[in-house]
C-alpha cells in the first residue's frame, strides 16, 4: 500500500515537473517577442535617439511647458472624477446582486475596448460646440472610458471583503459610513490606489481624445509627440518627450502600485440579493440607471447624428461609406474594414499563444519572484503609451536587417504588444484556479503531462481563451495611437478612417464619420459578447 502511494506521488510530480520545463520552454516565445517589439524599441529611444541637449531645450521650452502642465492637471481632474462617478456602481456591483448585473458590467466595459476616438466624436455629438471642444468635453470622455478600470480593478478586491465583518461591525453600533470608513476602505485601499494609477496613466496618456476635442489649443504630451514626429519631423524633441512622459508614468506606478499581493488569497464571497434589502434597492438602481445614462447618451446621440444632415434626416452618410462618395477625400470604407478584420485575426492567432504561455508559468511555476517579475514585464506595455510604442517601433525598425518602417507586419507586430497584457489576465487566474487533484486523477488513470495538459487545463479554460480572443480581436480593431505612427498608404484601420472623417470639415462627411463610429461599436460588441 505504501509503496503504491509512493508510486502515485511520484507520478503526481512527475506531471507538475513536466508542466513546468514546457512552460519554461514555452515562455521564452513570449519573452523574446516582448524583447523584439517592447524593450528595444524604447530602449532605442534611450540610448539611441535621445539628445541629452535636446532634452535640456525641450524641458526650458515655455511651451512644452505649458503642454506637460495642461497635461498633468486634466489627468489628475480626470482621474479624480472618474473615481467619484465610479464608486457608486462599483459598490452596487461589489456588494449587491441584482438583475442584469452581467449585462450592466459588459455595457460600461465596452467604452474601454472601443477607440478613444470614437469617444470623442460620441462627445462631440452630445455636448453643444461651445462646451465639447475644450477641457469639459475631455473630461467627459475621460470619465466614460476610464469607469471600466475602477469597476474591474476596486470591485474584485471588494467582492473579497467578507461580508459578516461589516454586519458585525454595524451590529455593533457602527454607523454605516463608520463601518466603511473603519472596515471597509482599508481593504479595498490598495486596490483603489491601483485603479487611481491606471487610470490617471490613461489620461495622461491620452491621444485620439485629445486630437479630437483638443487640438493645438489643449494639446498634451501624447499630441505633441505625435505632431513633432510627423508633421514637424522634430524627432530629437519628440524623443525628448517620450522620456519625460515615462518619468511621470514610472512615477505614477511606484506610487500606486499595491504591494504585498502575492500572499492574498482569491477568495470571493457571494453577493447578497438586493430584493432581500429594501432601503439599498433605490440607491442600487440609482447607480446603475445613472451609469448607464452617463455611457449610452454619447452613442445613442452619436447614431442619431448619422442620419441627420444640416438638421435634416437623411441616409446619405450612410449610403456614402460604401459607394465611393468620400474616396476623392482619401477615405475609402471598405478597404480599411477589411484590413481591420484582418489585422484582428493575424493578433488573435499571435496573442493569445504568447499568453497562454506566460499564464502557464505563472501556473505551475514555484517561484514567486520568478512570476511576478514576468507578469510585470508583460503588463507593462499596458502602462506605456501607444504613441510612444509606434515612434519608438518606427525609430527601431527602419534599416536593416529588419526594415519594416512601411510594412503592415510592424502595425500587427504592436497590436499584438499592446493586447498581450488584457489576453494574460485574462488567462492567468483561471489557469492558477484549477485544482492539483484534476491533474493528479489524470496522470494515475495513466495519461502523460502533455495529454494532462490538453484534457485537464487546456479543456477547463477553454472559456477564457475565448475571451482572450476577443479582447485581442477588440485591442487590434480599437487601437489608435500606435498605429497613427504606423499606418501607410493602403494599411488605413477603421479607427484612422474615423479620425480621418470626423477631421474634415463639412456636415455630410461628420455624419459619415458618425455612421462608420456607429457600424464600428456594433461590430466590437459583437466581437465581445461572442468572446
Avoid at 510612444?388 to 510594412?407: C, E, K, V, Y
Wanted: hydrophobic letters at 55%; proline letters at 5%; charged letters at 10%.
Amino acid at each position: 500500500m505504501v509503496g503504491r502511494m509512493d508510486k502515485h506521488h511520484a507520478a503526481m510530480m512527475t506531471t507538475l515537473a513536466s508542466l513546468r520545463r514546457g512552460a519554461i520552454l514555452c515562455c521564452a516565445l513570449p519573452l523574446v517577442w516582448l524583447s523584439l517589439f517592447y524593450v528595444l524599441p524604447l530602449g532605442t529611444i534611450f540610448f539611441r535617439a535621445l539628445d541629452v541637449s535636446a532634452l535640456i531645450d525641450t524641458i526650458g521650452n515655455s511651451g512644452i511647458r505649458h503642454v506637460l502642465w495642461f497635461t498633468l492637471w486634466q489627468a489628475t481632474l480626470s482621474t479624480a472624477l472618474t473615481v467619484i462617478i465610479a464608486f457608486p456602481i462599483t459598490w452596487a456591483c461589489s456588494q449587491w446582486d441584482f438583475t442584469g448585473k452581467h449585462l450592466v458590467v459588459g455595457l460600461v466595459t465596452v467604452p474601454f475596448v472601443l477607440p478613444t476616438v470614437i469617444i470623442a466624436g460620441a462627445i462631440r455629438t452630445l455636448l453643444p460646440e461651445s462646451l465639447s471642444s475644450g477641457v469639459v468635453g475631455i473630461l467627459c470622455a475621460h470619465v466614460i472610458f476610464n469607469v471600466a478600470v475602477v469597476l474591474r480593478i476596486v470591485s474584485a478586491r471588494w467582492q473579497q471583503v467578507h461580508p459578516n465583518t461589516a454586519s458585525a461591525s454595524r451590529i455593533l453600533g457602527a454607523s454605516s459610513w463608520k463601518t466603511f470608513w473603519l472596515i471597509t476602505w482599508p481593504m479595498i485601499r490598495s486596490a483603489v490606489a491601483s485603479a487611481v494609477g491606471i487610470v490617471f496613466i490613461f489620461c495622461f496618456t491620452s491621444f485620439g481624445v485629445i486630437k479630437v476635442l483638443g487640438g493645438p489649443r489643449y494639446s498634451t504630451i501624447e499630441l505633441e509627440i505625435f505632431i513633432r514626429a510627423v508633421q514637424l519631423g522634430d524627432t530629437s524633441t519628440a524623443v525628448a518627450l517620450v522620456v519625460l512622459q515615462l518619468i511621470v508614468i514610472g512615477v505614477v506606478l511606484g506610487l500606486t502600485m499595491p504591494r504585498n499581493t502575492a500572499s492574498l488569497k482569491i477568495i470571493t464571497y457571494r453577493t447578497s440579493w438586493i430584493g432581500d434589502y429594501p432601503r439599498q434597492q433605490t440607491l442600487v438602481r440609482a447607480s446603475v440607471f445613472a451609469t448607464i445614462l452617463l455611457i449610452g447618451a454619447p452613442f445613442l446621440t452619436m447614431f442619431i447624428n448619422s442620419f441627420r444632415v444640416r438638421s435634416n434626416w437623411s441616409i446619405n452618410p450612410w449610403r456614402h461609406l460604401f459607394d465611393g462618395t468620400l474616396r476623392p477625400m482619401g477615405v475609402d470604407v471598405a478597404p480599411a474594414m477589411s484590413n481591420s478584420v484582418i489585422f484582428a485575426a493575424i493578433t488573435i492567432v499571435i496573442t493569445v499563444p504568447l499568453a497562454l504561455c506566460l499564464a502557464s508559468i505563472s501556473a505551475y511555476s514555484s517561484s514567486h519572484a520568478g512570476r511576478r517579475l514576468i507578469t510585470a514585464l508583460a503588463s507593462a506595455p499596458l502602462a506605456t503609451s501607444a504613441v510612444a510604442l509606434g515612434l519608438g517601433m518606427i525609430i527601431t525598425f527602419d534599416q536593416s536587417p529588419i526594415n519594416w518602417r512601411a510594412h503592415w507586419l510592424l502595425l500587427v507586430c504592436a497590436h499584438c504588444t499592446i493586447a498581450l497584457p488584457l489576453a494574460l489576465r485574462s488567462l492567468t487566474a483561471p489557469l492558477q484556479s484549477i485544482p492539483p487533484a484534476l491533474r493528479d486523477s489524470a496522470r494515475t488513470l495513466g495519461a502523460s503531462a502533455l495529454q494532462t495538459w490538453w484534457h485537464v487545463d487546456i479543456a477547463i479554460i477553454r472559456r477564457p481563451l475565448l475571451v482572450a480572443a476577443g479582447l485581442s480581436a477588440a485591442v487590434s480593431l480599437g487601437e489608435f495611437g500606435a498605429t497613427s505612427f504606423l499606418t501607410r498608404t493602403g494599411n488605413d484601420t477603421i479607427p484612422t478612417t474615423i479620425a480621418r472623417l470626423l477631421s474634415r470639415p463639412g456636415d455630410v462627411v461628420q455624419s459619415s464619420g458618425y455612421a462608420l463610429a456607429s457600424l464600428f461599436v456594433v461590430l466590437v460588441i459583437g466581437v465581445m459578447s461572442n468572446a
